[in-house]
């Protein structure tokens, strides 16, 4: 039985189509009818801390320093560390802005990767990823659509980041392209043509 956390970051509620693309997502993979549990972290409902001054510091110590501030000023960080460690499945909406994730989404990774938390260093000053064999679905939402030669900064910079400070590899992208165009209408069917059981792996 699988646990599912799922990430929504657009402002736009449920006129967003990042979200009813997430969901989507959600849908198939419930219909598997091997999901213990989905965990669902809004993050404009609930907006992820920005770090300051005062906890910065705290992000950098190693964890064995933690004493009772640290674990107070990092309460939301450690939360949501725990969510991920518990997810065999993550599934993130985000739209894009300026070829970016949403602030909100962005937020939230810098509370989740931490040296000594999502990432440790062997004897060579390698990288060691601890959430391993975890699978992550990205649910793009964008105004505009590709185009060839034009470079893919946000699937590629959220892959880049799990793979590096979480040891993530297992991450597929899903895109519903050209929201602003007159007389738009999300086909999420469509997107997830090639969506199979297999994915869930």
Same mark, same amino acid.
């Given at each position: 039985?699988?646990?599912?956390?799922?990430?929504?970051?657009?402002?736009?509620?449920?006129?967003? !189509?990042?979200? =009813?693309? #997430?969901?989507?997502?959600?849908?198939? /993979?419930? @219909?598997?009818?091997?999901?213990?549990?989905?965990?669902?972290?809004?993050?404009?409902?609930?907006?992820?801390?920005?770090?300051?001054?005062?906890?910065?510091?705290?992000?950098?110590?190693?964890?064995?320093?933690?004493?009772?501030?640290?674990?107070?000023?990092?309460?939301?960080?450690?939360?949501?560390?725990?969510?991920?460690?518990?997810?065999?499945?993550?599934?993130?909406?985000?739209?894009? !802005?300026?070829? =970016?994730? #949403?602030?909100?989404?962005?937020?939230? /990774?810098? @509370?989740?990767?931490?040296?000594?938390?999502?990432?440790?260093?062997?004897?060579?000053?390698?990288?060691?990823?601890?959430?391993?064999?975890?699978?992550?679905?990205?649910?793009?939402?964008?105004?505009?659509?590709?185009?060839?030669?034009?470079?893919?900064?946000?699937?590629?910079?959220?892959?880049?980041?799990?793979?590096?400070?979480?040891?993530?590899?297992?991450?597929?992208?899903?895109?519903?392209?050209?929201?602003?165009?007159?007389?738009?209408?999300?086909?999420?069917?469509?997107?997830?043509?090639?969506?199979?059981?297999?994915?869930?792996?």
């Amino acid at each position: 039985m699988k646990n599912i956390l799922h990430i929504i970051s657009s402002p736009r509620a449920d006129q967003s !189509y990042s979200k =009813g693309l #997430s969901s989507a997502i959600i849908d198939r /993979l419930s @219909q598997s009818n091997n999901i213990h549990k989905i965990v669902v972290r809004d993050l404009i409902k609930e907006v992820p801390p920005l770090a300051d001054e005062v906890s910065i510091h705290e992000f950098y110590k190693h964890p064995g320093m933690y004493d009772e501030r640290s674990n107070q000023l990092l309460s939301y960080a450690n939360m949501i560390v725990e969510e991920v460690k518990e997810a065999d499945v993550i599934v993130i909406g985000t739209p894009m !802005y300026n070829f =970016g994730i #949403s602030a909100s989404l962005k937020t939230w /990774l810098d @509370q989740l990767i931490r040296a000594g938390i999502t990432y440790t260093f062997d004897e060579q000053g390698n990288r060691i990823g601890q959430f391993k064999n975890k699978k992550v679905y990205l649910a793009i939402a964008s105004g505009g659509r590709k185009t060839e030669g034009n470079p893919d900064y946000l699937a590629a910079y959220l892959k880049d980041v799990l793979k590096t400070y979480a040891g993530i590899t297992n991450v597929k992208a899903y895109w519903v392209e050209g929201t602003v165009e007159n007389g738009f209408k999300a086909n999420y069917d469509q997107v997830l043509n090639d969506f199979t059981s297999d994915n869930e792996s």
